[in-house]
């Protein structure tokens, strides 16, 4: 089976982006989204992610052209029928995606594959939604979807393996690193990635650190891209909350449990960057943040630092998911400059569990604690 159209429901910053990957791509694309406005901001994302490429000259205008024309818009669930692939991009409620599942598979044609880019919910409770599980798939996009060069596919016990390889087939003529892994909450980026952004708000809920401290530690002392508050204001804090909580529900570790200050942000109304607000308020241009405060900075660095590698290291010694894929899904899912086994290998890990020990006995949190091997 070869793929030609490609349907996208829900055309949020992460829908219109992964509309964008597949047009850019060649792909014939058809946007699906719940509402006349909710179409017409998918439209937008697109139109401004293609202006933005032109305008730094990586696109010419007559390519962007090309690739608006690839793509059609609409409300209809039965515009995607043809469709050999639809993706769904909805927010990361169960019961939506259910919802949205069940009209995909009356409304898609028998043969036509239905991919989840859930972060985190359960891909086989979404595949029970329809009389198709083994065409259903999870495909994990990261945002900027254009930008981030890694994507998750994720199988579940009813998976027909000739479906995944179609899958990992078509993501790498999408030009992204893929890596496969089976239906556990959060996969593997996002299992690491929130933690570590929970345990950030953990530390500024505790008055430990300003959030400029905490941005300006992991982009100054380990050159991420960005800090953990702008970073959750990029994903979207009601999002973050939401993954956190089926994260939550598997591991039952207090240090899971969705951060006081980003529920309180949320129950505001205050998203992140798509609401306008979130850490950080983005009326109007921000610089990255800086802060002066060196101590500070090094001590937030470390702690981070050591759950975060703590954790990697637990990944990868339970079986769950190779080191490969742990340092590849964080580069190229998150942009970061080295992945935590190349960390791990250069400062060594006998000092990591050593960091690890030490922040479990500071903060008298026993998860921080190395595991016995
Ligand atoms: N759409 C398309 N392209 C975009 C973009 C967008 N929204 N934002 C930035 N870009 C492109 C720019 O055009 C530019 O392209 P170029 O190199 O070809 O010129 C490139 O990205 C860099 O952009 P900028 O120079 O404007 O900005 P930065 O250098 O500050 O990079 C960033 C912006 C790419 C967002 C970078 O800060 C980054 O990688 N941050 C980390 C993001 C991250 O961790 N994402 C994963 C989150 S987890 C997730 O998504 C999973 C989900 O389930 C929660």
Redesign the pocket.
Known sequence: MSFSQIGVVGLG??GA?IV?VFARAGYQVVGVAESGPAVDAGKSNLAK?LA??VS?G?LSQEQSDEITARVSFGEDFELLADCDLVIEAAPEILSLKVEIFSKLDAAVKPSGILAT????LSVTEIANATTRPEKVIGM?????????KFVEVISTSHSDVQVVGKIVELGNSLGKHLAQISDQPGFI??KL??RYLNHAVQILDAGQATKEQMDAAMRELSG???GPC??LD???ID??VE?LKTIHADTKLEIDEPAAGMVSLVSAGAKGRKSGSGFYDYSERLDAPTDPNEAIKNQVHNDLLMAYLGDCIAMEATGYASKTDIDSGMKL????PTGPFEVIESIGIEKVRAGQAELAQRTGIAAYQPLPF
């Open positions: 910053i992460m982006g964008e992610s933005r490429a730094k990586k880019n859930t972060s985190s994990h996009f990261f945002n900027p979807a254009p930008v981030q980026v996002n990635l929130l991420y891209p960005m702008e970073l990029l994903i979207g999002t973050c993954i899912g998150c942009g970061l």
